[in-house]
């Protein structure tokens, strides 16, 4: 029998360890790091079809309409995108997500997963769920491990009461503990004890019985969430959770919250394949080294190279290897990461020590996205700006004007609607327009194509800021960019 599990996506992360492909200003699991499509589209797309539920999002403001245009992109609607005021961990997520899901679902069972895992079987992780679910039905609380196949140091890890089946059927089965990420050796205890398997963070348990988990193990939490879900409000199809009881609440994962202090612990065992993309070796691993052991996207040349990852991220750029082993190489266009590839979880001393230099490309990609498209800077002066702006079909950008710069518009792909002042008028390719110091404004995309512009600013401060804001489709406040 299959029963409709309601996948809950978490995608408010901001990991450094993918530096600087991830950012804070745009996290891996929006990045397209294994495919065409990004991790956040292949774990919606996991996670739908027969037998389960629409999808609910947790995410931060920054990215909410990020989440919207990529489940758009692959033909999924959410069932609520619920908007973290700010990063609380995964427990008090997890518990929103349980009591907005208990209003209209009070019995349903509920899939806790995070958006940016890399699982190549889907079809054997939705039979693994579904083999979890009596569990969960009868009041358990399901986590899924993963079969190791390496004396990881960078994993939790779980002990099972017994050792699985040979064939590592999705069976569920008594849990003894958790453990914390080992040393080496530990590790390679675990290993070959056979009873021990990889944390992956994946839950599945009722409403009912994760809400009644949080009441005995972490009621204060429950009090202050409830608040926060409560007092929540609708904006554009979001729900809001409302910052002040959001603001106190004790940032903590789900695991030290609830899951160690409960005894309605059951493990499901998956055999399949998995990696939380955890840094660039795991990239290097996942992608698939050929049989020197190199991995070289498209603008990357190998030449004499062993066990070494080169990724170009931008077609203009070529990015050329000669006699490397052992080594990460990734380029961007504002930032270049070299590291020996025994290294790679300290990418994120790098982000540290770039944002103590308070360097930009710490946190902030070059591309900046809208919910309208995205631009970037080509060229920064003292008192000068060249943008590209990409805007989607039937977007607009907010009706606004400047107090410190004009800007000069040229269009090089598809048609624009331009307002400037009373006048509107529609600017093709090869065409211009200048916008005066202070004058209202706004540019749309009537077509159904692309619409590409050069944006040329000239002024005495240039800031994303120096906005104000008339009219805005998106109902972003002053100073909101773009």
Known sequence: MTHIVHPILLAGGSGTRLWPLSRKSYPKQFAKLMSEESLFQASAQRLSGDGFAAPMILTGSDFRFIVTEQLAAVEIAPAGILIEPEGRNTAPAVLAAALSLAVRAPEALMLVAPSDHVIPDPDAFRAAVQAATPAAQDGQLVTFGIRPDRAETG???????????????????????????????????????????????????????????????????????????????????????????????????????????????????????????????????????????????????????????????????????????????????????????????????????????????????????????????????????????????????????????????IVVEGTARVTVGDEVKLVTENQSVYIPLGATHRMENPGKVPMVLIEVQTGSYLGEDDIIRYEDVYARGQGAKG
């Open 155 to 409: 994993y939790g890890w779980l002990e099972m009461s017994q050792a699985p089946s040979a064939d590592f059927a999705p069976v569920p089965q008594p849990f003894k503990r958790f453990v914390e990420k080992p040393d080496s050796a530990t590790a390679e205890t675990m290993l070959n004890g056979g009873q021990h398997l990889w944390n992956a963070g994946i839950f599945l348990f009722s409403v009912k019985t994760i809400i009644a988990a949080f009441e005995a193990h972490a009621p204060d939490m429950l009090a202050q969430v409830r608040m926060a879900v409560e007092q929540a409000e609708q904006d554009l199809g979001f729900t809001r959770l409302a910052p002040e009881p959001w603001g106190q609440i004790e940032d903590i994962s789900i695991d030290y919250a609830v899951m160690e202090k409960a005894d309605n612990l059951t493990v499901v065992p998956y055999g399949g394949a998995w990696s939380d993309l955890g840094g660039w070796d795991a990239v290097w691993r996942e992608t698939g080294p050929d049989e020197t052991g190199v991995v070289a996207s498209d603008s990357a040349t190998a030449i004499d190279c062993e066990n070494t990852l080169l990724r170009a991220e931008e077609p203009q750029q070529q990015l050329v290897g000669i006699g490397l082993t052992d080594i990460i190489a990734v380029a961007m266009p504002d930032a270049v990461l070299v590291a020996h590839k025994d290294r790679a979880q300290d990418v994120k001393k790098a982000v540290a020590a770039l944002k103590a230099k308070g360097a930009t490309q710490a946190e902030t990609l070059p591309r900046d996205y809208r919910p309208w498209g995205w631009f970037e800077s080509l060229v920064v002066g003292s008192r000068f700006q060249v943008k590209r702006i990409v805007v989607h079909p039937g977007a607009a950008l907010s009706l606004q004007s400047h107090h410190h710069r004009s800007e000069h518009w």
